[in-house]
C-alpha cells in the first residue's frame, strides 16, 4: 500500500510540475488569437476555423520554427507570427517562388503585397520567407522545422504533374525526425473524390497516401472543422461556399442573379484535419 501512495504521490507531483507550462503556453496561444493585430476578415471566420482547437491538435508549441505553405491572405499568419515573435520560436512563410521565371507577374505582386502586410515586426516579430512552387528549392536546411502546415492547398497542387509528390518530399526533407505535417484540406468524404478533385474536394485516403509515401504516419484526426451541412455538390465547386461565394465558374464574370441563400446557410466547407508525424 505505502509504494502505491508514494506512486500516487509521484503522480502529483508531476502533475504540479507540469501545468503550470501547459498554462503558460495555451495562454500565449489564447492571447496570439484574441490580439489586435488580427484583421476583423479574419477574426470573422475563427467560428469556421477554429483556430484554438485546430492549432492545439496540431502541437503547436513555443520556440517552434513552423512553416506555412502558400499563406495566402495570411489568416495563420496573424497568429502563428506574433505567437513565434512571443516564444521564440520562428514563423516561415513559403510563398511564390520568385526564382521560378515562369512565375506570372500577379504571382510576384501577391508575394509583394503579402510581404509588405506583416512587415511590421513589432506585431509580428521577424517572418523568414522561403520561395516554394514546382520548381523551388528546399524550404529550408534539412531536419530544420518542427511543424510545416498546409492549409486548403493540395486539391490546387493535384492539377499539376508531380507537384503532390515534390511538396510532400519537400515537406519530409525539412522537418525533423518526429516534426509535425499539419493538413487541412476540404474533405471529399464520405463521396467520392471527382478525378483530380477540381471542385476543390479531396478524398482522405488521397492525402494519406500521399504523406505516407513520403514517409509520414498519420498521428491523428480532429473534426474540428467538419461540416454536416455541407452536401459537396454546389454548381462552382467548393468556391461556391464562403469565403469565395462564387455565383459563376472561375475565371467567368458574377452571376447578379445567382441565389445564394442556400450555400451561404451552409457557411465554410467541411474540412478533413490531420496530424502526420515524420518517421
Aim: charged content about 20%; hydrophobic content about 40%; aromatic content about 8%.
Amino acid at each position: 500500500m505505502s509504494h502505491r501512495l508514494s506512486a500516487l504521490f509521484a503522480a502529483a507531483a508531476l502533475a504540479v510540475v507540469v501545468q503550470p507550462a501547459a498554462a503558460a503556453e495555451d495562454t500565449a496561444l489564447k492571447a496570439a488569437i484574441a490580439g489586435p493585430q488580427r484583421g476583423e476578415a479574419h477574426v470573422a471566420r475563427d467560428a469556421a476555423r477554429h483556430p484554438t482547437e485546430t492549432l492545439t491538435f496540431w502541437s503547436v508549441a513555443p520556440r517552434q520554427t513552423i512553416i506555412e505553405i502558400s499563406p495566402g491572405s495570411g489568416y495563420w499568419t496573424e497568429i502563428l507570427a506574433p505567437y513565434a515573435k512571443a516564444t521564440g520560436g520562428t514563423y516561415v512563410a513559403a510563398v511564390a517562388d520568385t526564382a521560378n521565371p515562369k512565375l506570372s507577374e500577379g504571382a510576384r505582386k501577391g508575394r509583394a503585397s503579402f510581404e509588405a502586410k506583416y512587415a511590421d515586426a513589432a506585431k509580428y516579430g521577424n517572418i523568414s520567407y522561403v520561395g516554394f512552387g514546382p520548381v523551388s528549392g528546399p524550404l529550408g536546411a534539412p531536419g530544420s522545422a518542427d511543424m510545416v502546415i498546409t492549409a486548403r492547398n493540395i486539391h490546387n497542387w493535384m492539377w499539376q504533374e508531380g507537384m503532390v509528390d515534390k511538396a510532400f518530399k519537400d515537406f519530409a526533407a525539412v522537418l525533423k525526425p518526429g516534426g509535425v505535417l499539419a493538413v487541412e484540406e476540404h474533405r471529399a468524404d464520405p463521396r467520392p473524390q471527382i478525378g483530380d478533385a477540381r471542385d476543390g474536394y479531396v478524398a482522405t485516403s488521397t492525402v494519406v497516401a500521399a504523406a505516407e509515401k513520403a514517409g509520414f504516419k498519420l498521428a491523428g484526426q480532429s473534426e474540428a472543422n467538419a461540416n454536416p451541412k455541407d452536401t459537396k455538390d454546389h454548381p462552382f465547386g467548393v468556391w461556391t461556399l464562403p469565403p469565395s461565394r462564387n455565383t459563376a465558374p472561375n475565371g467567368k464574370p458574377a452571376d447578379p442573379s445567382f441565389d445564394r441563400t442556400k450555400y451561404d446557410a451552409i457557411g465554410e466547407s467541411d474540412r478533413m484535419t490531420l496530424k502526420f508525424v515524420k518517421q
